[in-house]
């Protein structure tokens, strides 16, 4: 196979000029039809390629990984003068700013609300953890832009998981401690609200494995404006910065094609890396399924036993060549994680952005997903969360809750609804669930209508024939019992753990309570639930402003104020 140099490229890129201006059509002064000129490939560019989207002055080499060869690319200085766009036969030339048109194309999958369980028909909810937050950032992006908020863009369990709450660390062997509490539903006066939270060991900075870490990232036309790759590579700087010599970090980017800009690379070696990433440029279509494979063969072949072995993709998530869809993106991740390589999938951008396919990739890939709009949320997520971020502790972590039918007339679980799994999963090894890192939190609440409640909620049903419905009435005080599943991150069978909540657990609730069922009834107004009997905005406000407790960083506070400012224009 034959690649070809830049000094080619150039001769190339000059030809192709002359090429267009003597096959215009005179009167039109548009380009007459041209045979196919770009070829796809899987992570190889050729002669008949259009060159990479990078910067000139670039020496090449030829790396060979696993059979696939790629063109490597360094140093960068001068900026291309011009990219291609190819669509169907027409090829336009064109500056880096006229790529992108912002048009609102987002993409959320639906969310359909949990609805209220009969204890006495179904007393178990089986669900994954989710420790995603993409849902909050990408929520105050458009509150801050002054845009409505799809109520699919609205997931409540990543709304109140984007704060952190004051649970104690795990004391014994575990790698995460279980609290609960229970108390009244602000929003209903005639159910109780229950909390289970789960709080991840918080492992030093020096004691993290060695890091095998491959950023992919997206350098197609869509990721053209400021809050998309200038934003990207000032968020990977601060990821970089904290990088240490054992980790090692490469770089693979897609495009019309995929290709690797740096081979494995000490993080010591900073400036290099810093280099490739500042060098990188816009334009052209999206084939995001061959770069996830090529990212995935160099996590592989330089894979870290007993490490950190992780794929960091950067995207908007417009995947339009190759694999596009959901479920074909799920079925390429179901069969890389076998690798034992984990994923993180960091959304940028507006306009075109796909949470669903990140959420999608993010959930099959033993990993999390972040939507970052800001500096302000880099830091959160590639600084002081960084552990969080990276550093997975327990993986699979499944959580089954059995409700005491003598004193839970039925219950809801409130978010989680793209989490939810069959009961018969949580003790079946093979099924996944969700990761928790180094320092996590995880929140869940229940909304539950107490024994002897009427309620407009539930409605009648026929009384069956053939089950005997005496309630054992031996555990009095126990509303509930949570068990939870993991497996440690190298390991494949599970381990239990079960804690009992007793009605008399709390006699008063904490701030962490209050807040987190704040942020549930905002999540629910936003998502027009026809669950909530009080809908007064100023109600959630206060209820708030009123429980913020410790809130160093300010977020909570942060919360008020998107409340207020989103309630005056709606």
Known sequence: MKTMSIKKSRLWMAGLSILLIISCDPKTKTPAALPDIVEETDAVVKEDNAPPILKEKVFEEELVVEDIEVLEIEEVEEPVAFMMEVETDEVIMASPSSFIKETNNESYAEVVENTFKRTSLAPLSTFSIDVDKASYSNI????????????????????????????????????????????????????QLVKIGLKGKEIPVESFPASNLVFLIDVSGSMNDANKLPLLKKAFK????????????????????????LKPTSGNNSEKILGALKNLEAGGSTAGGEGIKLAYTIAEKHFIKNGNNRVILATDGDFNVGIRSDKGMKELIEEKRESGVFLTCLGFGMGNYKDSKLETLADTGNGNHAYIDSMQEAQRVLGTELGGTLYTIAKDVKIQVEFNPTKVQAYRLIGYENRLLNDEDFVDDTKDAGELGSGHTVTALYEVIPIGVKSKYLKNVSDLKYSNKINNTEFGDELLTVKFRYKKPKEYESIEMVHIHNTDDNEQVSSDFRFASSVAWYGMILRESKYIQNQDIENVIALAKNSRGDDEEGYRAEFVRLMKSYDKVN
């Open 140 to 191: 105050r992006r458009m509150i801050n832009n002054g845009q409505e908020i799809p109520k699919d863009a609205v997931k409540i369990e990543e709304m109140i998981n984007y704060f952190k709450y004051h649970y104690k660390q795990p004391q014994d062997q575990h790698p995460f401690a279980i609290h609960t509490e229970s108390g009244s539903t602000p929003w209903n006066e005639n159910t």
């Open 238 to 261: 601060l990821l970089v910065n904290q990088l240490r010599e054992k980790d090692k970090v490469s770089i693979v980017v897609y495009a019309g094609a995929a290709g690797v800009v």
